[in-house]
């Protein structure tokens, strides 16, 4: 496969001239991490893959107004976050009611287990966990679930998430907190034993199911994170 750096003024400038192989090795390196975004947000795999066409078409047409003032992903990741905005209002007029958050494990790519999780109990309480984090998110309210989703899940910089959201820096840093502090309460109300009325109390019985392509993410990666949160 050909290399591809997306910071390359040269790249740029073809992808700014509609070159198509220039766009196809694009859509080829950031599907994945776009996709994962859009489903961590909207739960439903078949909606996820109608933004995320939805979003390389949108950019395709509007290659000639980007003007490297933030980079390609953070650009690709601005339009996503749009659509799923735009979604989402669509939706509350129509009463919508969102698919099973369960369906995004379902339909997931199956990823490599770490070693250190490959006994089977340490794999059944990880699956669990990770099941919980799926349904928790879901419940989280959106505008906090947009900067926990692009900064502990798929790894944006403060920056890079103040780009995407057009929010001010202390916005992106308080809405993450208050994120992270519900995620956090959440976690520490299933560990003493206390079932959240927000959350859904099924459980997986089975081994771990896959999970959406690319690097950082699982919620697992936020497990570890907002566990120090609340004590």
């Keep these: 496969m050909d290399a ?3 910071t390359d003024l040269d790249f740029l400038d073809r992808l700014r001239r509609q ?3 220039a766009f ?16 961590r947000m909207v739960r439903c795999p078949t909606e996820a893959q109608d933004i995320t066409q939805d979003v390389f078409l949108r950019a395709y047409r509007g290659l000639a107004r980007f003007r490297g003032d933030s980079s390609i992903t953070s650009w690709l990741y601005r339009i996503a976050l ?20 369960l369906d995004e494990e379902r339909h997931g790519a199956t990823r490599p287990i770490p070693a250190a999780m490959d006994r089977p109990d340490r794999r059944l309480a990880a699956a669990r966990l990770e099941h919980f984090l799926v349904r928790a998110l879901q419940a989280l309210d ?7 989703v692009l900064r502990d899940i798929e790894g944006l910089s403060y920056a ?10 202390g916005t992106v840093k308080s809405r993450l907190h208050r994120g992270r502090t519900w995620l956090a309460e959440r976690l520490a109300e299933r ?4 079932p959240s009325p927000l959350i859904s109390e099924s459980q997986p019985t089975g081994q771990p199911t896959g999970q959406p392509t690319g690097k950082n993410s699982r919620p697992l990666v936020l497990a ?8």
Excluded at 24 to 39: A, G, H, K, M, Q
Excluded at 160 to 169: D, F, I
Excluded at 224 to 231: D, E, I, T
């Design 19 to 21: 070159d198509e192989r």
């Design 82 to 101: 749009n659509q799923v905005r735009n979604r989402a209002k669509y939706h509350s007029r129509r009463h919508y009611r969102a698919h099973d958050p």
């Design 224 to 231: 570890a994170l907002v566990s120090g949160q609340v004590r």
């Design 191 to 194: 560990d003493r034993g206390e």
């Design 160 to 169: 890079e998430v103040q780009q995407v959201t057009g929010l001010e820096m």
């Design 24 to 39: 196809s090795l694009l859509f080829r390196e950031t599907r994945d991490r776009i996709y994962n975004t859009v489903l």
């Design 142 to 148: 959106p505008d906090f679930r947009e900067v926990v």
């Design 4 to 6: 591809i750096d997306l």
